[in-house]
């Protein structure tokens, strides 16, 4: 790798380096928050609730000679049905395949049994490991330290980086060291891009995470959406159709709401994102429809993409 100048007096061009990093860690560590960090926009979405990320969504994060492909995991749990066991299949699949694994850990709750387990699971991969101790912006002094030592006894990693995804602190720092690790290659993505999902899919998570946040209890386990038409009207208005999907008929009557309510509230909020995304006027249909155990039918999984 030459740094200095090259004939003529011009600099040489540093080769590009690109490679995959998976990022492992217990449901709602803030693994989707550190993804849209890093990349530098939403290309995950966020949410309080358990088992919001399903696919291992890949966020393009991409600087002036590097390409980071963030590969933000669903939450490493023990299987309980046909969804989550895919969500386990495809955890341990991105794993083998990555070039580097980072491992988030919840700062503001400490290190549990269930970071132990995907401890383990880490310790046995091929590959370089990273540890990054998120939401240190809800810690003092004290326990931040307390956290890190705690961290570093895990014995995966030589490298721990205290980082707040919400707030941006040491995320830079976190990107330019996975940077180190990647290997030389070309860019597997266009430098624009900043995720490798197709618009409905990204669309469609947009409209989900807004029933998240406005659902309990089982319905949010229980939602899934798909958007089946994204039609140009003109340069300043595109039309959106989405279906959400139910198991029941009593979480379609939350959803629906009193009078409409509900979805006319998910509607609206869901509507300022897929605006703010497309960069459009949109008008969004949405419908429930009920599809009986769905999570645990692996022709509906098929369809939903959820591999």
Excluded: C
Excluded at 160 to 180: N, Q, Y
């Amino acid at each position: 790798m030459v740094s200095g100048p090259a004939h003529g007096g011009r600099k040489a061009v540093l080769p590009p380096h690109a490679g995959f990093v998976a990022l492992a860690g217990r449901p709602n560590v803030g693994k989707s928050t550190l993804v849209n960090a890093m990349v530098g926009r939403k290309v995950a979405i966020v949410s309080d609730k358990p088992q919001t990320t399903r696919r291992a969504i890949r966020g393009v994060a991409t600087g002036r000679d590097v390409q980071l492909v963030l590969v933000d995991l669903p939450g490493v749990q023990r299987p309980r049905d046909a969804l989550t066991e895919r969500m386990q299949r495809r955890v341990e699949a991105e794993l083998k395949d990555a070039d580097t694994a980072l491992m988030v850990l919840n700062g503001e709750e400490g290190i549990g049994q269930g970071d132990r387990w995907i401890a383990s699971l880490l310790a046995a991969a091929p590959v370089p490991v990273v540890i990054a101790v998120n939401k240190i912006d809800r810690l003092d002094p004290p326990r931040l330290i307390t956290v890190l030592s705690a961290a570093a006894e895990l014995g995966i990693a030589d490298d721990i980086f205290p980082v707040s995804a919400r707030k941006g602190e040491g995320v830079l720092e976190l990107r330019t060291h996975l940077g180190t690790l990647v290997p030389e290659s070309p860019f597997f993505f266009p430098p624009e891009d900043g995720s490798d999902q197709s618009p409905e899919q990204l669309l469609a998570e947009l409209v989900r995470e807004q029933v998240l946040r406005r659902t309990f209890q089982e319905v949010p386990h229980s939602v899934e959406v798909v958007v089946d038409e994204i039609t140009v009207v003109r340069d300043d208005l595109t039309r959106v159709h989405g279906m959400i999907w139910v198991e029941a008929e009593s979480q379609k009557g939350i959803l629906i709401g009193a009078h409409g309510k509900m979805i006319k509230q998910i509607g609206t909020a869901a509507r300022k994102e897929l605006q703010r995304e497309l960069d459009t006027r949109v008008h969004l249909d949405l419908s429930v429809r009920v599809r009986k155990g769905w999570r645990g039918d692996e022709r509906a999984l098929d369809r939903l993409g959820i591999e």
